[in-house]
């Protein structure tokens, strides 16, 4: 029928999708950085201000579960651990651009008003 509206079950959202895999406070950040060369757990939790180690660690598993990240432990003492964006992951970075690039356009709005 014609103008009648269809409901969306939110597990059918595509925009809910993505935002359970890349979304909150955090998860666009930790995959900036990774994308720009920060790949170690200490230079992302420098790099990330107010960011716990707890949470941090989180953030990273999930990621890693979603095969957003590839997790690479080096057979060292101490051990060192360094992250990667997988291909998969790869496929989310003009998003994450995209928020930065609508960021910084509008924080100079909002600091020229």
Known sequence: MQGEKKSVKISDCPVTYCMSKIGGKWKPIILFLISKGVNRFGKL???IEGISKQMLTKQ???LEQDKILHR???AEIPPRVEYT???HGQTLLPIIQQMRDWGIENMQRV???
Do not use: C, D, N, S
Request: net charge neutral; hydrophobic share 40%; aromatic share 6%.
């Open 45 to 47: 939790q420098r790099g």
């Open 85 to 87: 964006i997988t291909e």
């Open 60 to 62: 990273l598993r999930e």
């Open 111 to 113: 600091a020229e008003a």
């Open 72 to 74: 690479k432990i080096f």
